[in-house]
């Protein structure tokens, strides 16, 4: 049974920081890619970051420079390190895993977790 279980949402200031965990089983981690989506309410969810299995990485322009995505196979997990946060980063983040296709689009799969909570206060 494939899970991804996301953690370390919460609230926090303008201008601070928060680091994202993605916990993932029932799959072979290393040979996958994953990404970063967020939903705002009333808004459509959108990839923010994306990793493939060899580590390469893509960004949004509105979190370039501010958010990083990486990945520990030995622990299964995928990070979300955002800094410099803004009000408008509020939203429900979600770990999806897919892989990465030619010209490095990422492609999602229908595995998600439920998500994590990102309130960011002005």
């Known amino acids: 049974q494939v899970q991804l279980v996301e953690s370390g949402g919460g609230l926090v200031q303008a201008g601070g920081s928060l680091r994202l965990s993605c916990v993932v089983s029932?799959?072979?981690?290393?040979?996958?890619?994953f990404g970063w989506y967020r939903q705002a309410p009333g808004k459509e969810r959108e990839l923010v970051a994306a990793?493939?299995?060899?580590?390469?990485?893509n960004y949004i322009d509105s979190v370039k420079g501010r958010f990083t995505i990486s990945r520990d196979n030995a622990k299964k997990t995928v990070y979300l390190q955002m800094n410099s946060l803004k009000v408008e980063d509020t939203s429900v983040y979600y770990c999806?895993?897919?892989?990465?296709?030619?010209?490095?689009?990422?492609?999602?799969?229908?595995?998600w977790g439920k998500g994590t909570l990102v309130t960011v206060s002005s």
């Open positions: 029932g799959m072979t981690f290393g040979t996958n890619a």
């Open positions: 999806n895993s897919g892989f990465v296709g030619s010209g490095g689009v990422y492609y999602g799969s229908r595995y």
């Open positions: 990793i493939s299995r060899g580590g390469s990485t």
